[in-house]
């Protein structure tokens, strides 16, 4: 590791790790990695169906998953509840309004480990690194980028497009941090709140998701998602991955605007 993380502590080098692993891939020089240095972060763990944050709590930090996976919902007055995004490794949560309180929840559905820095700290390790702002932007962009998918998928798709192309989504992300392939991955989200997330009830998604098996594209079995003919059902789904990528700045350009030396 870098010789300046010689006076981090152990949640901070982790925090570091975290943001230099795929799909970060945060590339950091001597005056980022001091104001890193300064930052105030809690890791914190969660167990299964904990709650990382509650809707309507007051929140003034902001949260990556370092592991796990989580479960961002808003509950509605009647009782309904829409399931917004299935938070991993390396994902942001924790997105607040200016009065700072959660639109939504973030639960756990595994155990989770999430990294806690207060906005005041973020605050001040930007203004010592502006650079650290670029990194926020990428992780704000992707979080838009997944969020307007998941809409379209409500609002636009047809009930067996949408289980599809969240379901290649989810194992996208998930080989990005290294828990899939692309013959498939773990899913320890239940049938209940993909559901919930694809705005279809239990029953009608179970048949989705047969109807996917029968012909031959996908098999939702015991916690395990398995791509059967994975350029199939990207063409029955007409997924493009390229919404997920970090990229948002030239990597080929420094942060001032000059070339970057080769």
């Given at each position: 590791m870098h010789n300046e993380l010689h006076t981090i502590n152990i949640t901070v080098s982790a925090l570091i790790d975290l943001l230099k692993a795929p799909p970060i891939l945060a590339d950091f020089e001597n005056i980022e990695l001091r104001a890193l240095a300064s930052l105030q972060v809690d890791e914190r763990r969660v167990q299964a169906d904990g709650t990382i944050i509650n809707q309507g709590e007051r929140i003034r930090s902001i949260h990556l998953v370092q592991s796990g996976w989580g479960c961002v919902y808003r509950d509605l007055s009647n009782g309904e509840r829409q399931v917004l995004d299935f938070p991993m490794r390396s994902d942001f949560v924790g997105l607040r309004t200016a009065a700072g309180r959660s639109y939504n929840t973030v639960a756990a559905i595994?155990?989770?480990?999430?990294f806690e820095v207060p906005l005041c700290s973020l605050a001040n390790a930007i203004q010592q690194a502006p650079k650290l702002s670029f990194i926020l932007i990428e992780l704000f962009a992707r979080q838009r980028s997944l969020l307007i998918e998941h809409l379209t998928n409500v609002g636009c798709r047809s009930a067996l497009v949408r289980t599809a192309h969240l379901l290649l989504e989810l194992g996208d992300r998930?080989?990005?941090?290294?828990?899939?392939d692309d013959k498939g991955f773990d899913c320890p989200i239940t049938q209940y709140q993909l559901a919930d997330a694809l705005g279809l009830t239990p029953i009608h998604l179970n048949r989705m998701v047969r109807e996917l098996r029968e012909e031959g594209l996908l098999m939702f079995k015991?916690?395990?998602?398995?791509?059967?003919?994975?350029?199939?059902l990207i063409a029955l789904a007409e997924y493009d991955g390229e919404f997920m990528h970090m990229s948002v700045f030239d990597k080929t350009m420094s942060y001032s605007g000059a070339p970057l030396q080769s």
């Open positions: 595994t155990p989770m480990t999430v998930a080989k990005a941090c290294g828990m899939g015991n916690s395990r998602v398995d791509y059967l003919n994975r350029k199939a």
